[in-house]
């Protein structure tokens, strides 16, 4: 399912959408939720509020673009007080594997760059959730998985294999050691990072599997732009996470600095 808000800040999750529907054979669903400057559902009695229109007529002109791709689409448009829920809602109703959405950018660093709308469709949602700054390209040429064995981890590991096998797309792990050299973490982690190589067996497009020292959020961001990855698979929460509706603190600030594609697997 794809949730747009019909601006520039979704057009490249359009653009991913539209792709992986086609090579994968999917079905996909678009959905734009309209919300007022009060947060109201833009409704008017015996009329329909320009906003709702306009939505309306860009679901239409979208999935038209898609059937003429051969993709089937379903459009809809759903009046919200809070876009969250009824991105959360509707996944669920229709069955959705995946979300995917844009990502609006902040000035303000240190909130990541990432909205509450975001985090809380991640921290919600029944499927994983797919985050795509306007900045992101596709088709995309390498994938990143970040793994600390931790359960929500596993899922990534598993998740990214799917993805690496399905689209012929090279796969990179790598586990991040957060401890000073000689740290007893290092063993660890390479113990980890060998599991998700074992558990990636049949995925012939690993390309390696590494560990790598520093702040998590920053190594990942970093190995996968050394590396040409444009799209990184995280676990919603680390070994260390909460297991509650929201998103992690590593995973929000993957989400925030990327330039390219971020799934969050829950």
């Not at 069955?95 to 975001?118: K, P, Q």
């Not at 060998?194 to 998590?216: F, I, N, Q, S, Y």
């Not at 920053?218 to 444009?230: C, E, K, L, T």
């Not at 992690?248 to 799934?263: I, K």
């Amino acid at each position: 399912m794809l949730a747009t808000d019909g601006t520039r800040h979704s057009r490249a999750a359009e653009a991913a959408a539209a792709w992986l529907a086609k090579q994968s054979g999917a079905g996909m669903s678009a959905l734009q939720a309209v919300i007022g400057d009060t947060g109201y559902p833009l409704m008017v009695p015996g009329d329909e509020h320009a906003a709702v229109k306009d939505a309306r007529d860009h679901m239409a002109e979208l999935c038209r673009r898609m059937a003429g791709e051969g993709i089937q689409c379903q459009p809809l448009v759903s009046p919200a007080a809070n876009p969250f829920q009824v991105i959360v809602e509707r996944a669920g109703e229709t069955g959705a594997d995946l979300i995917i959405m844009g990502r609006r950018d902040r000035s303000d660093l240190s909130r990541l760059m990432m909205g509450d709308n975001t985090a809380k469709v991640i921290g919600h949602a029944p499927c994983p959730v797919m985050v795509v700054p306007k900045s992101a390209s596709v088709p995309w040429h390498g994938i990143v998985v970040a793994t600390d064995g931790s359960e929500f981890s596993e899922r990534a590991v598993a998740t990214a294999g799917w993805f690496a096998k399905e689209l012929k797309i090279p796969l990179r792990v790598l586990a991040v050691v957060t401890g000073r050299e000689g740290d007893p973490d290092a063993a660890g982690a390479r113990r980890v990072a060998d599991a998700a190589k074992t558990a990636l067996a049949d995925v012939d497009t690993l390309a390696d599997c590494a560990v790598e020292r520093g702040r998590p959020d920053q190594v990942i961001v970093s190995y996968a732009n050394r590396h040409g990855a444009d799209l990184i698979v995280v676990g919603s929460h680390g070994r260390t996470g909460l297991a509650r509706l929201m998103v992690g603190s590593v995973s929000e600030r993957v989400v925030g600095h990327f330039d390219g594609a971020v799934l969050v697997v829950r």
